[in-house]
């Protein structure tokens, strides 16, 4: 009798604790995906006009600046943006243009070379690869959409005196993986206004990672603004490439007309 009791008391525990186990890591799977739906809910403004500075830093030390004009509309949940070259004299009048669309349209991206008066279409093959030189990509300048990713929730970390949920993301398919180049992520998102503060990005080629930072953020108009972003790509722990942005005079709920995104108005240039 003792023995019977003692099996079954075994089966009960033991369907308890694989339960309990089934239970917690499916509840783990919904709180990342609802932290991540909470992130993509966060309201990033509308109708922007703002001035970006773009700082260059090579592994010697060396730094090349950029300053680039941009304009921003949403359409609905698509959001359409243009970004002019001002200067140096280089990259000016240079343009590009992304029109990226919520779902699982394919995002199109123009840039326009006025060296060459020509304007290339970014093909979703090429979206991976770096945008003007910098260490962020083409597809790194438009928003994932959560339902491609599956997330993790690893743990809660401080991160510059503010709590934030480490989340695990990873593409579902091959495509996504080649599109974003990027295999897995850990991102860092703060708890307080579900902004995504820090990155940590393994590339799909080679044994480079990237990381994200976001040096400055404040709030504008009651949105929460990223002011100055930085992103680092190292071989190992060996620094190869550095990019800061800095955001200035940001600007909300312009008049920004939709006539100025387009191919056209790209090509023509910002005056």
Known sequence: ?????SYVFFLYISAFIISSIITYSYAEVISAKAIMEKVDERDDGDNMIFNMEMILIDKRNKSRHRMMKIFS?????????????IKPADVKDTSFLTYDYHGDKDDDQWLYLPALHKTKRIASSDKSTSFMGSDFSY?????PEIENYNYRLLKQQEVNGFKTWLIESIPKT????????????ILF????NYVIIRAVHWMNE?????YLDIKKIEKIDGIWTPLEITMTTKKGKIFDHK??????DMKYNQNVDK???????MEKGIW
């Open 243 to 248: 990019t800061i942005l800095k955001y200035h």
């Open 139 to 143: 597809a790194d300048l438009t928003s």
């Open 206 to 210: 080679g044994s480079k990672i990237k």
């Open 259 to 265: 006539d100025i995104l387009t191919v056209r108005r």
């Open 189 to 192: 998102v703060r708890q307080d």
């Open 73 to 85: 509309k949403d359409f609905g949940k698509d959001i359409y943006t243009l970004m002019f070259f």
């Open 174 to 185: 091959k495509k996504i993986i080649n599109e974003y180049g990027y295999k897995k992520s």
């Open 1 to 5: 009798m003792k023995k019977i009791f």
